[in-house]
């Protein structure tokens, strides 16, 4: 009996979504006694806001805020709090990670030609409105006034002082400090950054509002911001969640049937401003 030939069976080429791909470190700065800066040769065109997924073999996966804009790299700005983000500050130039994305929604600069543009951050939360600034530095001309209120625990606390005093001489800069326990010079306010934006003469004719930074933080600012007269589509935050898969498969992130790996991050602020979790 003749032996039947065995068909072919082509084999299908399926996208890997959770595949990462490895980065050089080539800067590390330490920021704070417990956040640090690092730049990698990861070239990846996104928006900001986004963030991305790091991996660290044998120890584990966490997702990072992009915290600047340009094609020929990406900077992080991790602070350490667990496991993976203890691993990456003993990390040092040269060294590699693994990384995917950039996910999620970002900050929609890019609408807001010819408006006034109002970014408010606390703590780590300047991070990603680090890579807004980078993406406005770039196109400064294409937008009217820019105003910076950025508020920190502590004089020790302040991320990216270098990049503080250069925007400082750029736009609008209201930076201040909780408190100042150790009686450090310095040349910028004591008081909540709340109490600043409560104190300003803002008015919302031709404007729209950045936020991110902890859920108290920004739910203060709204209220100073509504008191205002500004309204919620005027207002994008940037919500915190764990988002372990990061393409809306685990569930983790789920904010009242809206996944904030897909549908935000970074939500215009009426989207969400009915949903309980964004109250906390």
């Known amino acids: ?31 704070t006694p417990d956040s640090f800066t ?16 790091i991996w660290v073999p044998g120890i584990g996966e966490s997702p990072i ?25 003993q990390l040092k130039k040269g060294d590699t990670i693994l990384i995917r994305g950039p996910y999620g929604r970002g900050y929609p600069v890019e609408k807001f030609n010819g ?10 939360g300047v991070a990603p409105l680090k890579a807004v600034i980078s993406y406005l530095e770039k196109h400064k001309e294409k937008f ?3 105003i910076l209120y ?18 400082a001489t750029k736009f609008e800069l209201h930076l201040t400090v909780d408190q100042n326990p150790k009686k450090t010079k310095i040349n910028y306010q004591v008081g909540f950054i709340t109490d600043a934006l409560a104190k300003s003469k803002l008015s919302p004719e031709n404007k729209i509002v950045f936020l991110c930074g902890p859920p108290v933080m920004m739910n203060i600012a709204i209220d100073h911001l509504k008191n205002k007269g500004f309204t919620e589509d005027q207002m994008y935050i940037s919500a915190e969640r764990l988002m372990n898969c990061a ?4 569930g983790h992130c789920m904010i009242n049937g809206k996944y904030t790996c897909l549908d935000g991050p970074v939500f215009r602020y009426d989207e969400v401003s009915q949903l309980p979790d964004t109250k906390k």
Request: glycine residues 6%; contains cysteine; aromatic residues 12%.
């Open 1 to 31: 009996m003749p032996r039947t030939k065995k068909p072919v069976i082509e084999k299908e080429t399926i996208e890997n979504p959770y595949l990462s791909e490895q980065a050089k470190i080539t800067f590390f700065r330490r920021e």
């Open 38 to 53: 690092i730049r990698t040769d990861y070239k990846v065109k996104h928006t900001p806001g986004q963030f991305v997924q």
């Open 65 to 89: 805020s992009i915290c600047s804009w340009s094609e020929e790299f990406t900077e992080f700005h991790i602070r350490e709090v667990g496991n993976v983000t203890k691993h990456l500050s």
């Open 115 to 124: 408006k006034s543009l109002i970014l408010i951050g606390g703590g780590c």
């Open 144 to 146: 009217n006034d820019i």
């Open 150 to 167: 950025f508020g920190f625990r502590s004089p020790e606390d302040i991320c990216f002082k270098e990049d503080m005093k250069r925007w």
């Open 247 to 250: 393409i809306g498969v685990c």
